[in-house]
């Protein structure tokens, strides 16, 4: 395996860490193994991309690292601190303190505004209404969506959907972020605001841990670990970089001439 060569793997702080992590799931008399002994650090401030195919348990080591899912066998940490035998209350107390998540549905309530999508996380965490309502707007003002406050998630395009769940995920204030698939329901414009945001945050300092089978994705990482049958195949820094918000005004101009031409 073969450490980054754009950092010091000797410094900074892990924030999590997986040893020896399998994953068997039972269907029926069939043993499916979705990840077989997985060993990956992941360090404060990284932008890191997991790659792999359908199949390949990329999803799984997610929900593994996002305390969602418990490993079969081996060690989860997260900051420090291992979780693996944790109660589920301590779990999603961690969980809820220190990470945040995207995913590529969005997962909003359809009957709810933005703004009430945003306070959600805060609810479960017993914030008063005013804080929780001081704190989801200024979640949403972050993401370039203030002036959409009372929309429902039907009045709101893909793109802002996405921004609405990227808010959410930012309003507990967690030192983690967890995107699975973050553009893929999204056009090529949307994609890459959303991937924009994703780099500020962590120019700011948030880890990004970006799950994706697209290479196109990948590249707006620092660095990419490719999975495949279960295993680490291949982990290595991302040589050629793409910065989405340098490529924003070329990707409105290509969408703009397409819509001319029809």
């Not at 890191?48 to 199949?55: D, T, V, Y």
């Not at 914030?127 to 009045?155: C, K, T, W, Y």
Request: hydrophobic share 45%; proline share 3%; with cysteine.
């Amino acid at each position: 395996m073969t450490a980054p060569a754009h950092e010091d793997l000797s410094a900074g702080r892990v924030v999590l860490e997986t040893l020896g992590v399998t994953k068997c799931y039972h269907l029926g008399e069939v043993e499916v193994h979705a990840l077989r002994g997985v060993d990956l650090s992941i360090r404060d401030g990284e932008m890191l991309a997991i790659m792999g195919p359908s199949g390949s348990g990329k999803s799984t080591l997610m929900h593994i690292v996002g305390l969602l899912d418990r490993p079969s066998t081996g060690t989860v940490m997260v900051e420090g601190e291992e979780v693996s035998d944790m109660a589920a209350n301590e779990l999603a107390a961690v969980r809820n303190r220190r990470i945040g998540f995207v995913f590529q549905s969005f997962n909003l309530l359809a009957r709810t505004s933005a703004l009430a999508n945003v306070e959600l996380p805060l609810v479960y965490a017993g914030i008063s209404g005013a804080e929780r309502s001081r704190r989801a707007r200024a979640a949403l003002e972050r993401v370039g969506l203030g002036d959409r406050l009372g929309h429902l998630p039907n009045q709101l395009s893909g793109g802002q959907q996405q921004r609405v769940a990227i808010a959410r995920a930012l309003v507990t204030e967690p030192s983690i972020v967890l995107a699975d698939e973050p553009t893929g329901n999204l056009d090529s414009v949307s994609g890459v605001e959303v991937m924009t945001i994703l780099q500020e945050l962590n120019a700011h300092g948030i880890t990004v841990v970006l799950v994706t089978h697209d290479d196109t994705v990948s590249r707006h990482a620092t660095r990419a670990v490719h999975i495949r049958d279960g295993r680490i195949v291949r982990d290595e820094p991302v040589r050629d970089r793409i910065m989405a918000a340098d490529r924003r005004a070329a990707v409105v101009a290509a969408a703009q001439g397409e819509d001319a031409a029809e």
